[in-house]
């Protein structure tokens, strides 16, 4: 993702608290955890490199007994330098024939160049604990619950690839590339109620601010994942004020009239370095990101 230098200034309604009970702890934040470890030890799961290989044929072994259906889309992507990348996004969907629908996403490859102002050496990949690890673990958490006790409603959970490849400025079609290949290439079937995508969800210190484009191309969904936020005690981290506006995988969504909305805590140092590392994330902040994920699917049952 890519942070623009605008803020918005919008005056958010906040929706009235329901008074609903905190529905009961579904989400496990310690073996959540443990899959940004998994991923982590592969190394920068780069496109085109041995590590990228190792992380699908891991993320597909994984999902395919948790989910009711994995769908599974490959491709090539040529850059706009002229490699070509063997990309795969999966779906892992649930209550396959459901009309009403959730989608939850994020991308799972890692950035091959720690290119932040901040970043001492540019040369080097992002370690990505963070930035994608994070998502991923999330929504693999997730699967582990809707496996467990499937949801009464449809869920697809999405991993995009390609999102963090390129230059956001210079080479702007080499990034954000499986969700775009997503949104031209939807699974047939009703269009989801709405979509989040996580990333950046695990930093130890997290706040969760609205992000602008979100607020923008779906403030209602923005207020619906606020709200579910309180109702579970957890709105001391999503904080309903806007900060940062984002490039982000939630725009390509949004342009094919999905109502998506990111889900970031942007504030985080080691983004775009070779610090973003085991160190800087925490099962307690995937912990909160979870149980925010299943109270939406819950409260929409
Ligand atoms: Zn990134």
């Not at 191309?217 to 579910?228: D, F, K, M, R, Y």
Request: a negative charge; aromatic letters at 8%.
């Amino acid at each position: 993702m890519r942070p623009l230098r605008r803020l918005l200034p919008l005056a958010v309604a906040l929706a009235a608290c329901r008074g609903e009970a905190p529905p009961p702890r579904e989400f496990d934040g310690p073996s959540a955890f443990r899959y940004i470890e998994q991923q982590v030890a592969f190394g920068p799961r780069v496109p085109g490199t041995a590590p990228h290989r190792r992380m699908a044929e891991w993320l597909e072994s994984e999902l395919r007994p948790r989910a009711d259906t994995l769908v599974v889309q490959r491709w090539t992507h040529v850059t706009t330098k002229g490699d070509s990348l063997p990309l795969v996004n999966f779906i892992a969907r649930y209550q396959t024939g459901a009309a009403q629908r959730l989608l939850f996403l994020a991308h799972w490859d890692s950035r091959p160049r720690a290119d932040a102002p901040t970043s001492p050496d540019s040369t080097v990949p992002v370690p990505g604990a963070n930035d994608g690890g994070s998502g991923v673990a999330l929504l693999l958490g997730v699967a582990d619950v809707l496996k467990r006790a499937p949801p009464g409603i449809g869920v697809d959970l999405l991993f995009v690839d390609g999102e963090d490849y390129g230059d956001f400025t210079a080479t702007p079609t080499d990034v954000l590339i499986g969700s775009r290949y997503y949104a031209a290439h939807q699974v047939a079937g009703p269009a989801p109620l709405y979509a989040v995508l996580f990333d950046l969800v695990a930093d130890t210190d997290l706040q969760i601010y609205q992000e602008g484009n979100s607020l923008v191309g779906a403030p209602e969904v923005v207020n619906l994942v606020w709200e579910t936020a309180r109702l579970v005690g957890h709105g001391g981290t999503f904080i309903d004020t806007p900060r940062h506006t984002l490039i982000d995988d939630h725009l390509e969504l949004q342009k094919v009239g999905i109502r998506a909305i990111d889900v970031v805590d942007f504030d985080y140092p080691a983004w775009h370095t070779a610090g973003d590392t085991m160190d800087k994330v925490s099962a307690a902040s995937l912990q909160i990101v979870g149980d925010v994920a299943l109270a939406l699917v819950r409260r929409e049952q």
